[in-house]
C-alpha cells in the first residue's frame, strides 16, 4: 500500500486569504452577486474549501472563473467544489443540503430553512449509496489519495449522523467521534495512518449496515410499502458517475455494489416526479423501467421529492441556457456527458 497527497500542516489564516483571493477573482465578473462558502474549516490542513457563487439569471460573459483562480486557492479547494447558483435559486438552496453558509462578498441573503424527516430521508438516499460507492473504489486501491479518504470519512459521518436523527438511537455516534479525532489529532499521533486504514475498513462496515437500517425503518414506517420482486436485477448506472444493482440488502458481490431495493424506489419517484433533463437522465440511467406507481409511497415523502427535483430542475435549465458544464449542485455528473 502506497499514500499520496498527505495533508500538510496549515492554519487557519491560509483559508482566510484563499477566501480572499476568490473574492478578488470574483469582482471581476459583472454576473456575480455574492460569495459564500460553504461549511465550516474545523481542522486546518484537512479541511477543504467550498464556495457558493451567486449569479444572475442571465449571465453576459463565460463564467469560468474555475480558470482564473490563483494557484494557491485551486490547491485549497482539495476535494472542495466551486457551486454556481442562479438569482431565481438562492434562497432555497438549502433545499438539498444545509449547508452552513457565511457570507464573503456582495449581497446578502435570507435563506428558507428545509428541515424534517422526509427531507433527512431525501439526504440519506441521495448520498449514503454514493458514499458507500466511492468508499468501496477507494478500499480497493493500492494507492490511496489520504486527503481524498479524509473527506470521504467526514462525508460519510454526515449520512450516519442523519440515520441516528431518524432513528434516535445514536448507533454511530461513536464513530463520527473517532473520525472527528482522527481529523483532530492528524499532525500530533503517531498512529493516524494506521487509525486512518482503521476506520476506513469500519465505515464501509458501518454505511452497509447504516443503509440496510434505514430501508427497514422505512418500510416499518410506511414510508414506502411494496414488494421487492420487481426490482431485483435492476441497474442503476450513471456513465460518469456510480453504478447499482438492486437487492434486499447492501453487499459486493463479483465486483458489484448491490443496495436495497428502497433506494431504487427513491430513484424511480425522482425520475418520474419531473419532465425536464434530470428526470430524462435518471430514467435512462435505468436498465428496466421501474414503475414508483406500482409502490406505495408515503404522501408527505413524494412531495418532498418532486420540490427537490424542481429545485434541480430549474438549475440545470440555468445552466444549460448559459452553457455552464461545473458547478451544478448534487447532480453535476449529468453535465459530463
Known sequence: MSYVNLPKKTGYEVYRVC????VETARKYADILAVYSGGTVKHPGISDLDFIVFLKNQLSVRMDIENRLPQKVVKMLKGGTILKINERNIRDIQIIDPLPLKHLYGDKYVF????GTTFSICRILDWLPERIFSLWQYVSQDRRDVSRGLLLLKSLTVSLDLVDQLKGDGAYAAYHEEVHSLRRLWFVSEKS?????????RGMCL???????????LVDQKYISGSPEFIKGAVFDIPSGPTFHFDQKTHI??????????VAIFLAQQA????GYLSMRLKKSFDTIIDANQYDINWAFANTITKRIAYVESLIKFFHDNGLSRGLLKYGWYLKD
Not at 465486483?255 to 428502497?262: C, F, T
Open 193 to 201: 495512518l494506521e487509525n486512518f486504514n482503521i476506520l476506513l475498513k
Open 19 to 22: 477566501e480572499e483571493e476568490f
Open 253 to 262: 458481490v463479483r465486483s458489484r455494489l448491490y443496495i436495497p431495493w428502497v
Open 207 to 217: 454505511a452497509q449496515e447504516a443503509l440496510d437500517s434505514i430501508s427497514l425503518w
Open 112 to 115: 428558507r430553512r428545509y428541515d
Open 272 to 275: 418520474q416526479s419531473g419532465k
